[in-house]
T-cell receptor, first 113, second 115 residues
Framework: DAMVIQNPRYQVTQFGKPVTLSCSQTLNHNVMYWYQQKSSQAPKLLFHYYDKDFNNEADTPDNFQSRRPNTSFCFLDIRSPGLGDAAMYLCATSRRQEPDTQYFGPGTRLTVL | GEDVEQSLFLSVREGDSSVINCTYT??????LYWYKQEPGAGLQLLTY???NMDMKQDQRLTVLLNKKDKHLSLRIADTQTGDSAIYFCAESFLLNAGNNRKLIWGLGTSLAVNP
């Protein structure tokens, strides 16, 4: 089945220790997104790629970086995680044409100790 | 700026209908979406509606769109305990002339279904 896969599902890191979250998709979609979602909040868009074009949200901290080496994979790097970065991180994909329906992975729950 | 608003909580009895409401501000939105999120899980697409439609039905789900008032609703018929979740409304927002878009999300409505 075509899908969006995120690894790992749960990630524990220490304060200040870099961490990388991964996302892969078999939908062959042009667009990939990374969201941060904290408890009882809406997902917050961090950045997205239109093919290889990177689009950063204005309020995304510099601590968050992303890489998209090919169509199928996208990575979220948190260079120096703080306690406030503990959250669910959601990856999504969509076509570039409308309807631009986004399909989500199951998320990675990040804990920062 | 663009904004999507939803009521935060809704409680219904099992078997009743649930109606979740949403208002949005961007009149250029072409698609509006409803997503469901169960505890600890990702977001599941429930349904979407194109802005030139005023109603869409899909099994137990009915979406109503009032474009003049920028009001969207999701009706769940015969609500079951398995429908307990957070429901997010989202509008597709045009970023630039290159047709790049992103979703603007509401805060989500937590639906509790009581047996």
């Amino acid at each position: 089945d075509a899908m969006v896969i995120q690894n790992p599902r749960y990630q524990v890191t220490q304060f200040g220790k870099p961490v990388t979250l991964s996302c892969s998709q078999t939908l062959n979609h042009n667009v990939m997104y990374w969201y941060q979602q904290k408890s009882s909040q809406a997902p917050k868009l961090l950045f997205h790629y239109y093919d290889k074009d990177f689009n950063n949200e204005a309020d995304t901290p510099d601590n968050f970086q992303s890489r998209r080496p090919n169509t199928s994979f996208c990575f979220l790097d948190i260079r120096s995680p703080g306690l406030g970065d503990a959250a669910m991180y959601l990856c999504a994909t969509s076509r570039r044409q409308e309807p631009d329906t986004q399909y989500f992975g199951p998320g990675t729950r990040l804990t920062v100790l | 700026g663009e904004d999507v608003e939803q009521s935060l909580f809704l409680s219904v009895r099992e078997g009743d209908s649930s109606v979740i409401n949403c208002t949005y501000t961007d009149s250029s939105s072409t698609y509006l979406y409803w997503y469901k999120q169960e505890p600890g899980a990702g977001l599941q697409l429930l349904t979407y509606i194109f802005s030139n439609m005023d109603m869409k039905q899909d099994q137990r789900l009915t979406v109503l769109l009032n474009k003049k008032d920028k009001h969207l609703s999701l009706r769940i018929a015969d609500t079951q305990t398995g429908d307990s979740a957070i429901y997010f409304c989202a509008e597709s927002f045009l970023l630039n002339a290159g047709n790049n878009r992103k979703l603007i999300w509401g805060l989500g409505t937590s639906l509790a279904v009581n047996p």
